[in-house]
């Protein structure tokens, strides 16, 4: 079953569909829950993993960004474009792991960010329906597919070659993240 952490649950503090969601990838803050990128275990014994899209915030206020992205994010304050002015100030900027709507080099920044926090595990994700023109925003003409893979093939390339990060399947890193929770117990 795959579950969906939006905006609104992000923002909300009543527990009740906490009961069918994996209580343990969420955390409590002043006004709201939020989600952790790093994989986590949906049942005690150990045989489904989670592993989240990964996102998180970048910029010299990021250990902030839990607190401050749901405040910036209002619609008065989007509507002045505070949170790109933060974006693009360098102060704050959300980031997805994904070709579609992130700049190569905010993906670029995210993952080194997060391996610097300690991540090992990066999920890149994109809709497959980009891979045909016409079928999302993202992907318009032949013009954009052609960006859109050099996207890839630059992250990928950088991944590989500046991080020496390897590709894994879902068997790999189930074990690795079987490893990682038995030297944490």
């Known amino acids: ?3 969906v952490v939006t905006e609104n649950c992000i923002k909300c503090k009543y527990m009740d569909c906490v009961e069918v969601c994996p209580v343990d990838c969420f955390h409590e803050g002043p ?3 939020a989600d ?11 045989g489904l993993l989670e592993i989240p899209v990964t996102a998180g915030f970048t910029g010299i206020l990021r250990s902030y960004g839990r607190f401050l992205h749901p405040r910036i994010g209002t619609a008065r304050l989007h509507a002045l474009r505070v949170p790109a002015l933060m974006a693009r100030s360098g102060l704050l900027n959300r980031v997805r792991l994904t070709p579609e709507g992130i700049g190569i080099e905010e993906a670029k920044t995210l993952t080194r960010t997060l391996l610097g926090d300690g991540q090992r595990v990066f999920q890149l994700s994109f809709h497959s329906t980009s891979l045909v023109p016409g079928s999302t925003q993202y992907v318009r003409d032949e013009g954009d597919l052609s960006r ?8 990928l390339t ?5 991080l020496a990060g390897e590709a894994a399947t879902p068997h790999q890193i189930f074990r690795f993240a079987a490893a990682q929770s038995h030297r944490h117990v």
Not at 36 to 46: C, G, K, R, V, Y
Not at 150 to 155: E, H
């Open 158 to 162: 950088f991944f590989r070659a500046e």
């Open 36 to 46: 952790n990128a790093a994989p986590f275990w949906l049942d005690d014994d150990q």
């Open 148 to 155: 859109f893979i050099a996207w890839l093939r630059t992250y």
């Open 1 to 3: 079953m795959t579950f």
């Open 31 to 33: 006004n709201f829950l």
